[in-house]
C-alpha cells in the first residue's frame, strides 16, 4: 500500500513522534548505519514509519533531503537479502533476557504472515551469518524447532 500525501500530513499533525513514528530532517546526509538502527528499532516495534526530510519538532516543515544521491538507483543495486544483511550488520534484534527468539516469534514480532516463512528465514539466516545470533543449543538437529540467542548470550 502506497503512502499518500494527506496520510504523511496526518502524521505531521501528530502531537509526537512514537515507537512506530520517527522524522529525520537528514537535509544533506543521513548516516546509513542510523538508517539501519532506525530501521531495526521500528521492526523490533512491530513495524512503523521513518520519514527523512521532515523537522522532528512540531510543527514539521517538509526540508526535503539530499541524504541520499539516487535513492531508486540504490535499491535497484541492492537485492532484497543485501538489504536484510547490511541492516543485521550493523544492528541486533532486540533481546529480553532469557528469551529464545524462534521463527514464530520472529514472524509475531514483525507481524508476518504465515506465508512469509520463507522473509524470516532470510532474516535469521543473514543474522546468524553476520554473528549476531547463535543457535541457543548447538546440539539441536531439528531445523523446525530451532531457537536463537543473541552473541553475547
Known sequence: MATTVSQIDVWRAARS??????????????????????????ANEGGGHLLLGIEDQPPRKVVGTAAFNDPVDMAATMDRN??????????????????KMTNQSLRERFNLPEDKVASVSQIIA????????????????????????????
Open 17 to 42: 513522534e512514537h515507537q512506530n513514528l520517527e522524522f529525520k530532517e537528514a537535509k544533506t546526509q543521513f548516516d546509513n548505519r542510523k538508517l539501519y538502527k532506525y530501521c531495526v528499532a521500528l
Open 126 to 153: 543473514a543474522t546468524v551469518d553476520a554473528g549476531k545470533i547463535k543457535l541457543a543449543d548447538p546440539t539441536q538437529t531439528s531445523t523446525r524447532y530451532r531457537s536463537y540467542v543473541p552473541f553475547w548470550a
Open 82 to 99: 543485501d538489504r536484510i544483511r547490511a541492516c543485521y550488520q550493523h544492528c541486533c534484534l532486540r533481546y529480553v533476557m532469557n528469551e
